[in-house]
C-alpha cells in the first residue's frame, strides 16, 4: 500500500507493514510512536529506523530527524494508528459479523460457545486467552485483546481464510487503551463487573468506565446485550446507542431463565424469550455458566440464528478448554481445572465444587496468586479457600518477579480455620492434592487452567497446563500405586 493512500501530502512510498515494537524488523514500515504502560515509543524512533521504518507517527516532538524518513506528527497516534492499521489490513471487521464480549468472568467461555455454535452455520473464528482460532488454524493467544497491529492482521487472516464471523474477547485494558475502537462490532456482550485488574485502572468506577467505553462506541445498528442481574450490567449501557436487549435469572430479561436444574454433569433450563418458552438440556454444569449460556443464545438469536436451530449444538457444546474442565483418567473422585483467578470467579467455582461432593468428602483446593498483579486479592482468595475447602494448598501461579511463597503467605492471611501448606512447585501441588485424595472427594485446581505457559523473572517459561499435569500425574503415579498396592495384597 502507498503512504498517500493513508495520508495526505505525503511521499508516494511503498509501505509493507506496520509498526509499534521498536525491537520488531519491519521494512519499509510506518512506526507509531505509542504511549505505553511503561514505555513511550518516542524514545525508541532511532531502534524502530534501524528495523526498517520509513515513516514515524509521532504526537510529541522529534529532536533528531533523518532527510530519508517521513515524519508525520498527529493528536492523537492510536486513533491514528487504528485507522491506519484498518485500512492497511482492508477493514476485514467490516466484512465479517463481529461479537464482542467484554467483563470479569465468563468472556472466554462465552466467545467459545459463540464460536462452536455459530460454527455450524457460518465459518467463525475466536480470538481471546485460550486461542486465535479460524478454520483449521490454532495459535497460541498473544493478549486477551491483542495490539491494534496483531489483531487486524489476525482478522485479515480470519477473512482470508473465509470466516463469516469472529467472537473476540474485549479486555478492560484492551479497550481503555483504545485496541479495538476501529472494531466494526455487530454484538457486544457485557458478563458482569467484579474485583479485578485494579493494579491497572485503580479503582471499580475507573474499570466500569474502561467496559462501558466499548457500549457507548457501537453503532447505531448493532445490539448490546447485557446481563440484567448484574449490578452494572443496565448502568454500562446507559449512553449505548444501539439496541439493547437482557438477559438474567433473577430479573426480568428478554433472555430469561425462569427454571433450570442443576446436575452433576448436566443443566436443565427453561427458557423464556419475548413470552416464548423453550425447554433446554445442556452439558455445561454451574449457576454461572447458565449465564455464559443465555448470553449466547441472546447474541446469536439477536443476529438471526433461530433458538430450536441452536438447541441441537447446546446439548452437547464441545469442552471449553481450561474452563470448568473435568479431568476425568478414571480415578474415583473428581478433579476440576478451571481459570479462574478473580474473588467472583473462585467463589463461583467453589460454590458448585461444594454442590456436588456429597456430604462427609473433602474439597481440595490447589491455587495461587499472580505475581505483579492486584495483590488486594490475595486475602481475598484466603477467605473464600477456607469458606469452601477442607484442605488448601498453596503454590506458584505466573509469580513473575515475585516469591512465591511470600504470595502464598499473603492469600494464607485469610485463612482462619481450614488447614493449609505452602509448595512452592506447581506440579508438586497437583501431584500432592491426587495424592491425598479419598473417592469422591473434589479437586479444584485454580488460577491457570489450560495455558501453556508460566511468567516467570525472565519472561514466559513453558508450562503444560493444569489439565494435562493432572492427567499425566494420574497416570504416573496415582494408577500406578494404586496397582502396586493390589499386587500386593495378592
Known amino acids: 500500500m502507498k503512504l498517500n493512500e493513508l495520508f495526505e501530502n505525503v511521499p508516494d512510498i511503498e509501505i509493507r507493514s506496520l509498526m509499534a515494537d521498536s525491537r520488531k524488523k519491519r521494512p519499509d514500515s510506518i512506526f507509531f510512536c505509542v504511549k505505553g504502560m511503561m514505555f513511550d515509543g518516542h524514545r525508541f524512533v532511532e531502534q524502530a529506523i534501524e528495523n526498517g521504518a520509513r515513516v514515524i507517527i509521532h504526537s510529541e516532538p522529534i529532536r533528531n530527524m533523518h532527510s530519508d524518513i517521513t515524519y508525520i506528527r498527529v493528536k492523537d497516534v492510536v486513533s491514528v494508528f487504528n485507522k491506519v ?175 433450570y436444574q442443576l446436575l452433576k454433569d448436566r443443566t436443565r433450563i427453561t427458557l423464556k424469550v419475548y413470552n416464548m418458552e423453550y425447554e433446554l438440556e445442556t452439558n455445561l454444569v454451574a449457576r454461572f455458566n447458565i449465564y455464559n449460556l443465555l448470553a449466547v443464545i441472546a447474541a446469536l438469536h439477536e ?72 495483590t488486594a486479592k490475595r486475602p481475598i482468595f484466603g477467605e473464600i479457600f477456607d469458606k469452601y475447602s477442607d484442605m488448601i494448598i498453596l503454590t506458584e501461579d505466573d509469580p513473575r518477579n515475585e516469591d512465591p511463597i511470600e504470595i502464598a503467605h499473603e492469600i494464607a492471611s485469610g485463612i482462619k480455620h481450614t488447614n493449609y501448606i505452602i509448595i512452592e512447585n506447581r506440579y508438586d501441588a497437583i501431584r500432592q492434592a491426587i495424592e491425598l485424595a479419598d473417592a469422591e472427594d473434589t479437586i479444584l485446581i485454580l488460577g491457570k487452567g489450560d495455558e501453556k505457559f508460566m511468567y516467570r523473572e525472565f519472561g514466559r517459561e513453558p508450562y503444560e497446563g493444569d489439565d494435562a499435569i493432572a492427567a499425566e500425574i494420574l497416570h504416573k503415579y496415582y494408577f500406578d500405586e494404586k496397582g502396586e498396592d493390589e499386587n500386593e495384597d495378592e
Open 303 to 374: 443476529k438471526g440464528i433461530e433458538i430450536a436451530d441452536m438447541m441441537p449444538y447446546i446439548n452437547d457444546l464441545s469442552q471449553i478448554e481450561g474452563r470448568m474442565e473435568r479431568v476425568d483418567e478414571g480415578q474415583p473422585f473428581n478433579i476440576i481445572v478451571d481459570f479462574a483467578h478473580t474473588p467472583d470467579g473462585i467463589d463461583k467455582v467453589c460454590q458448585y465444587a461444594s454442590a456436588i461432593t456429597p456430604k462427609g468428602r473433602r474439597i481440595i483446593t490447589v491455587s495461587g496468586s499472580a505475581g505483579k498483579r492486584d
Open 85 to 259: 492499521a484498518d485500512a492497511f489490513y482492508g477493514y476485514p471487521s467490516h466484512h465479517m459479523t463481529m461479537f464482542g464480549v467484554t467483563g470479569t468472568n465468563g468472556k472466554s467461555s462465552i466467545a467459545c460457545i459463540i464460536r462452536d455454535i455459530l460454527n455450524e452455520f457460518q465459518p467463525t473464528g475466536y480470538i481471546g486467552t485460550i486461542a486465535i482460532e479460524y478454520g483449521s488454524v490454532k495459535l497460541p493467544p498473544l493478549l486477551t485483546t491483542p495490539d491494534i497491529d496483531d489483531l487486524h492482521g489476525i482478522l485479515r487472516d480470519m477473512m482470508d481464510a473465509g470466516m463469516k464471523s469472529c467472537a473476540l474477547e474485549a479486555s478492560s485494558i484492551g479497550i481503555e487503551q483504545g485496541r479495538v475502537d476501529s472494531i466494526d462490532f455487530d454484538v457486544a456482550v457485557f458478563t458482569n463487573l467484579t474485583h479485578d485488574h485494579l493494579d491497572y485502572h485503580g479503582t471499580m468506577s475507573n474499570y466500569f468506565l474502561a467496559k462501558k467505553r466499548l457500549f457507548d462506541t457501537m453503532k447505531e445498528d448493532a445490539v448490546a446485550v447485557t446481563n440484567a442481574d448484574d449490578p452494572y450490567g443496565m448502568r454500562i449501557v446507559e449512553d449505548c446507542p444501539c439496541r439493547v436487549v437482557t438477559y438474567g435469572i433473577e430479573n426480568k430479561a428478554d433472555y430469561q431463565a425462569v427454571r
